[in-house]
């Protein structure tokens, strides 16, 4: 359960009204737990009904993919639930399901439709469940800061290394250009690997994952890592910082975990003597450095799962997944490490009414949004990816 009620505030109602998220009923909410951002209660039944009935009717043709930041609702007609990675690999394996229905962002339909064979359709519920990380970094910008590094002479010692949370676009350039893709799990391997081959690393989009696993799991020094901001000539920065660097990392980040703050590690351990704190390597690196543990989202559900009873954990990732974690788990005292809302919001447009007319229109024999990558993209992405999964 989310233990103590003093843990838990109620957003501000400027805040709910942003994310378009209500107050409804949740097992939490009925024990008489207050937790932040609550959502509203899951859709009436006849959309569950309905889901269920359109599920049974594709039978062995639809395999639903549901992402740990998903909300209830959705997660329980998932076949499978996991990070983006698992799930692309999941839908990979599973060659006799017709339509593959992603319950994610947009990255990761691509990425499924990049590892799936061409008889199978890959399918995103709402076309607007995007990721602002991925969108963070755009081809035409790659190719411009690739094209800086060219000029000063630096680009054939650059090894291009993107996180799994970015386009296809992003991941068919670090192909073509001799790099690899990596997960939050990985990304250790996939820099060593990286520098095994150049003297520097473009790291793609997210800034924060890239200077944590350089520092505090590779021993870089802080001065060895740049920013590299696509708005500015030059990316803001110096040739002579572009030659020095090891790390030029993209002027990018997660959206959820860029709001935990140092403050917020500060303050839970104030209120809560005793607290775990497990965060994110997307979180910022002040964050990072103050936490007790850090790991990507499968490493948080095992760490806590393998907890023992009765200890304290505050969590700085996506909050749907703290409230599933803490419901999983009622022998352990879980929150949310900040206390404002934290759900992603791309994500949460997937949800019932979403699913259940996507599954109806299979049924009536439409392929609604259809995520495609085409060939020639494909190609060098999945040459980023397998490269990723022949890491020693």
Not at 18 to 42: F, K, M, Q, Y
Not at 88 to 111: K, N, Q
Not at 340 to 351: E, F, H, P
Not at 365 to 372: A, D, F, L, S
Request: with cysteine; net charge negative; glycine share 8%.
């Amino acid at each position: 359960m989310l233990d103590v009620t003093s843990t838990w505030v109620e957003p501000s109602s400027t805040a709910t009204a942003l994310l378009l998220l209500g107050r409804g009923s949740d097992p939490a909410t009925e024990r008489g737990v207050e937790c932040p951002g609550e959502l509203p209660a899951p859709s009436d039944p006849d959309l569950v009904a309905r889901a269920t009935a359109a599920k049974a009717a594709l039978g062995e043709k639809v395999f639903v993919l549901g992402h740990h930041y998903q909300r209830d609702e959705v997660i329980q007609f998932a076949d499978v639930t996991g990070d983006s990675f698992k799930l692309a690999r999941e839908a990979a394996a599973r060659p006799d399901a017709e339509y593959i229905v992603f319950c994610g962002v947009h990255f990761m339909a691509e990425s499924a439709d990049i590892l799936t064979s061409d008889a199978q359709k890959v399918i995103l519920p709402d076309l607007a469940a995007g990721c602002s990380m991925a969108d963070m970094a755009v081809l035409s910008q790659v190719e411009t800061a690739w094209e800086t590094l060219a000029e000063l002479g630096v680009a054939a010692g650059t090894v291009p290394v993107t996180y799994m949370n970015s386009s296809a676009d992003i991941k068919g350039f670090v192909g073509r250009n001799g790099g690899v893709v990596c997960t939050s799990s990985n990304a250790e391997r996939a820099l060593t690997w990286a520098f095994e081959r150049g003297e520097r690393v473009l790291f793609l989009p997210d800034q924060h994952l890239g200077r944590n696993t350089a520092v505090l799991e590779m021993g870089f020094d802080l001065a060895d890592c740049v920013l590299y901001d696509p708005h500015k000539p030059g990316g803001g920065l110096t040739p002579e910082q572009l030659r020095d660097a090891r790390m030029i990392l993209w002027r990018g980040h997660c959206s959820v975990h860029g709001r935990f703050t140092l403050d917020s590690v500060d303050e839970v351990r104030e209120r809560v003597p005793g607290v775990n704190v497990l965060v994110h390597p997307e979180c910022r690196h002040e964050v990072v450095t103050a936490a007790d543990q850090v790991g990507s989202t499968e490493y948080i559900i095992k760490t806590i799962e393998a907890a023992p009873a009765g200890s304290a954990w505050a969590i700085g990732t996506e909050l749907n997944l703290v409230r599933r974690l803490a419901n999983a788990n009622p022998d352990k005292q879980i929150m949310f490490l900040d206390r404002a809302v934290c759900y992603c919001s791309t994500m949460n447009r997937i949800d019932l009414p979403h699913l259940v007319w996507a599954l109806e229109e299979l049924v009536a024999g439409r392929v609604p949004n259809q995520i495609t990558v085409d060939p020639a993209t494909a190609e060098h992405a999945r040459t980023a990816l397998d490269q990723m999964l022949a890491l020693p």
